[in-house]
């Protein structure tokens, strides 16, 4: 278990040194999570087991095969005093308002937020 006053992240996650966590109320991540690339989060968040958040994704806008295409970075925002159930996956350009309630298995898209 790796703790700061503000983020207590479970020691099976895995948390890129990209990763903003805003001071205030303690963040507390479960357990397998994965968490990449350009996310801030607000204060006070539960983030369930087993969420993902990635900012990076590949492109496809032609027919090349999607290795040979760009990878894109949107980043992603979230609230303060957000919920995000197990399993949820959180996609770049995602921007989550505080107070938000994450469902369980929920696939968050930029067009879905």
Same mark, same amino acid.
């Given at each position: 278990? %790796?703790?700061?006053?503000?983020?207590? !992240?479970?020691?099976? $996650?895995?948390?890129?040194? +990209?990763? &903003? @966590?805003?001071?205030?109320?303690? +963040?507390?991540? /479960?357990?397998?999570?994965?968490?990449?690339?350009?996310?801030?989060?607000?204060?006070?968040?539960? !983030?369930?087991?087993? &969420?993902?958040? #990635?900012?990076? $994704? %590949?492109?496809?806008?032609? #027919?090349?095969?999607?290795?040979?295409?760009?990878? #894109? /970075?949107?980043?992603?925002?979230?609230?303060? %005093? &957000?919920?995000?159930?197990?399993?949820?996956? !959180?996609?770049?350009?995602?921007?989550?308002? /505080?107070?938000? @309630?994450?469902?369980?298995? $929920? &696939?968050? +898209?930029?067009?879905?937020?």
């Amino acid at each position: 278990m %790796h703790r700061l006053p503000w983020f207590q !992240i479970d020691a099976s $996650s895995f948390v890129a040194d +990209t990763i &903003v @966590v805003k001071r205030g109320r303690k +963040t507390i991540m /479960n357990w397998g999570c994965f968490f990449s690339g350009d996310i801030e989060i607000g204060e006070g968040c539960l !983030i369930g087991p087993m &969420v993902i958040a #990635t900012s990076t $994704s %590949h492109a496809y806008t032609d #027919t090349r095969p999607i290795k040979d295409q760009v990878v #894109t /970075n949107e980043k992603i925002i979230i609230g303060e %005093h &957000v919920f995000i159930g197990a399993g949820a996956i !959180i996609l770049g350009g995602c921007i989550i308002g /505080n107070g938000a @309630v994450i469902g369980a298995g $929920s &696939v968050l +898209t930029p067009r879905s937020v």
